[in-house]
């Protein structure tokens, strides 16, 4: 089920992420750099098996002929037992599940033993992917909260770190692509909501996520300094549907809109449901 971002959650972020790459700082201080690296390629070797066997599961069930014998399975932990009796863990899947896990696990091993950039990069995409699913923001306003303290948190850390020093060297982090993805798809459920059978702010918000990327490559090989991407990404990202919703005068419907957060939706539904019931 997905995690909704209020604009609390939005507000606080930076700072939450703050404090954790501080705390990192002070950990590779203050311990030994080849046990954090040992503790932090185990630790992304169980979230990206997990995260690729969770993006692949699709795609391979496709893959699967309608002869296969695809078996059900339950993992399921509880807490005591009778009327006090508590689930921790219910977690249901098949055959076709534990082939991609197979398969999600091989890659893994190879990250661990070669570190190599393809495996790197598929877990990246696998990651990127299951946060777009998973992470959703409920309104643009809350988006732009996200986004624009991101990009004050992505330049104060760059230049705190130096980062404009760097020579022939450019990677694009996950917050680069998950943060605007989320917000692109917000843009596109926006565009959904107003039944007009059009994707106009999916595609100008896409469009601009390419133009601030392509600009951070342009002005990173101009001047031969790493830039923070979210510099570039951010303006484009906001600005361009703005535009748009102005030119289309749409911009205060756009900002109205508000989605409900899944726990909300869960109760309107079973009323409704009772209701119907009873008439």
Not at 2 to 13: L, V
Not at 102 to 116: A, E, F, M, Q
Not at 151 to 170: I, P, Q, S, T
Request: proline share 4%; aromatic share 14%; hydrophobic share 45%.
């Amino acid at each position: 089920m997905p995690e909704t971002i209020t604009s609390r959650d939005a507000a606080r972020f930076p700072i939450i992420a703050s404090c954790t790459l501080f705390g990192l700082y002070l950990f590779f201080k203050v311990f030994s750099q080849e046990y954090i690296n040992l503790l932090l390629s185990v630790y992304f070797f169980v979230l990206g098996v997990l995260a690729l066997s969770h993006t692949m599961s699709p795609l391979m069930s496709r893959c699967f002929p309608a002869s296969f014998a695809n078996k059900q399975y339950q993992l399921l932990f509880t807490q005591d037992a009778g009327e006090s009796k508590e689930e921790i863990v219910n977690y249901e899947f098949d055959t076709k599940n534990l082939v991609c896990l197979v398969i999600s696990s091989v890659v893994g091993v190879w990250y661990l033993l070669k570190k190599h950039w393809i495996a790197n990069n598929l877990f990246g995409l696998a990651f990127a992917l299951n946060g777009v699913e998973l992470l959703h923001l409920n309104n643009v306003s809350t988006g732009c909260i996200l986004l624009g303290g991101l990009f004050v948190y992505d330049v104060f850390w760059d230049l705190m770190e130096k980062g404009l020093e760097a020579r022939n060297f450019a990677m694009l982090g996950l917050g680069d692509i998950v943060i605007p993805g989320i917000f692109i798809a917000l843009l596109l459920r926006f565009d959904v909501s107003l039944k007009k059978n059009s994707r106009t702010y999916f595609y100008s918000s896409f469009l601009a996520y390419i133009f601030g990327l392509g600009l951070t490559i342009f002005v990173m090989h101009t001047f031969k300094h790493a830039q923070p991407a979210l510099l570039y990404l951010v303006p484009a990202c906001v600005g361009f549907p703005v535009v748009v919703a102005l030119c289309k005068g749409e911009l205060t419907e756009m900002f109205r809109y508000e989605e409900a957060s899944p726990e909300e939706v869960g109760p309107k539904e079973e009323s409704s449901d009772s209701e119907k019931k009873d008439q």
